[in-house]
């Protein structure tokens, strides 16, 4: 039961149909990657639905010429195995195109802040 990883597939899938928006379950870890992606531009934007336990995470695409920006997506670090990365070995994805974001003592990071930051911690999500 990997919930990170339902809520990536269901955003690749909705991009991949040309849908305008996505409902997933709510927790606060997936409206911080959805904050982390709306910054990035992947998302227009993510707002909380619902009240008490019937909470909702609605996320609008982002399109470019008719075309989601999002393309396509990897969970790198799964329950089963954590990956984490020091700030010196955090690689790049896409070679550039993409963004990785990665939990750290700061927050949830993209990649190239993380480098900036010169901190390491958990890789959750490669984006592209």
């Keep these: ?52 336990n019937k909470k909702y995470l609605e996320c609008f695409l982002a399109f470019n010429d008719n075309k989601a920006k999002l393309t396509g997506v990897h ?17 790049s994805v896409k070679s550039g195109r993409g963004l990785a974001i990665i939990s750290t003592p700061k927050g949830l990071l993209v990649d190239k802040e993380a480098r900036a930051a010169k901190v390491g911690g958990e890789v959750l999500v490669q984006v592209w």
């Excluded at 039961?1 to 690749?12: G, Q, R, V, Y």
């Excluded at 969970?75 to 984490?84: C, D, G, I, N, T």
């Design 1 to 52: 039961m990997d919930t990170i990883a339902d809520m990536m597939n269901s955003l690749k899938n909705a991009a991949a149909l040309n849908k305008p928006s996505v409902l997933v379950p709510y927790s606060k870890l997936k409206h911080e990657i959805a904050k982390v992606l709306e910054k990035e531009g992947y998302l227009k934007r993510a707002t909380q639905l619902g009240k008490k």
């Design 75 to 91: 969970r790198v670090s799964k329950p089963s195995r954590r990956v984490y990365t020091g700030a010196q070995k955090i690689a």
